[in-house]
């Protein structure tokens, strides 16, 4: 299966910051999404990029892609206490007809 | 907009029993899936189906048995229930492959 892997699986910071998590794939991608997750709730959607496309924004959130080193970041910028969330990247590949998530970064922002 | 619907939120079972996880979607979206999360290894696919009429297996199949008798509904069944069943269960659907997925609440399942 196409796992994803995320680093850092946990991250903590202040109100303010900005925070980046990151995420390294294993195989070819069509695109590549971000989900955030609230404590005992389901996933939301954030921003998707597409494989030949280097770096989105929408709002607080910059996602780059780098397809030469199968890898991903998520910069959510200046960071508030709602924030606080677990974040998970999610590969779509055209030969799955499914996506493949990430194990997930739990992001806490202190207040 | 309801969008997709989980029921029950929270089961308790005993090992061996069976029971039937439901999901429903009110967005007309050809495909569903269904997905169980455990700590510290993010979301891995059991089932999914590409319309009415068609399911194919995930990466995490066994003990469970799915099916699309219409684009709204696709029921999880779990067969003989069993501890390593324990686990949070999401069902998602999308309008076309591999987009923005959109999840259901979950169904936190414990098999005791």
């Known amino acids: 299966s196409q796992q994803g892997e995320e680093d850092p699986q946990a991250l903590s910071i202040q109100e303010g910051e900005n925070a980046t998590m990151n995420c390294s794939y294993k195989?070819?991608?069509?695109?590549l999404q971000w989900y955030r997750q609230n404590s005992g709730r389901g996933l939301v959607h954030l921003i998707l990029i597409r494989s030949n496309e280097r770096e989105k924004h929408s709002g607080r959130l910059r996602v780059t892609l780098d397809t030469s080193k199968k890898s991903s970041s998520l910069l959510i910028t200046a960071s508030r206490a709602a924030d606080t969330a677990s974040y998970f990247c999610?590969?779509?590949?055209?030969?799955?007809?499914?996506?493949?998530f990430g194990s997930g970064t739990q992001l806490t922002v202190l207040p | 907009n309801a969008g997709v619907t989980q029921t029950p939120k929270f089961q308790v079972l005993k090992t061996g029993q069976s029971m039937t996880l439901q999901c429903a979607q009110d967005m007309n979206h050809e495909y569903m899936s269904w997905y169980r999360q455990d700590p510290g290894m993010g979301l891995r696919l059991i089932h999914y189906?590409?319309?009415?009429?068609?399911?194919d297996q995930g990466e995490v199949p066994n003990g469970y048995n799915v099916s699309r008798s219409t684009t709204e509904d696709f029921p999880l069944r779990l067969l003989s229930a069993a501890p390593s069943q324990t686990s949070v269960y999401f069902c998602?659907?999308?309008?076309?492959?591999?987009?923005?997925?959109?999840f259901g609440q979950g169904t936190r399942l414990t098999v005791v």
């Open positions: 189906s590409v319309g009415a009429g068609i399911t």
């Open positions: 998602a659907s999308t309008p076309i492959p591999n987009t923005e997925a959109f």
């Open positions: 999610a590969m779509g590949s055209g030969s799955a007809r499914q996506l493949t």
């Open positions: 195989t070819s991608i069509n695109n």
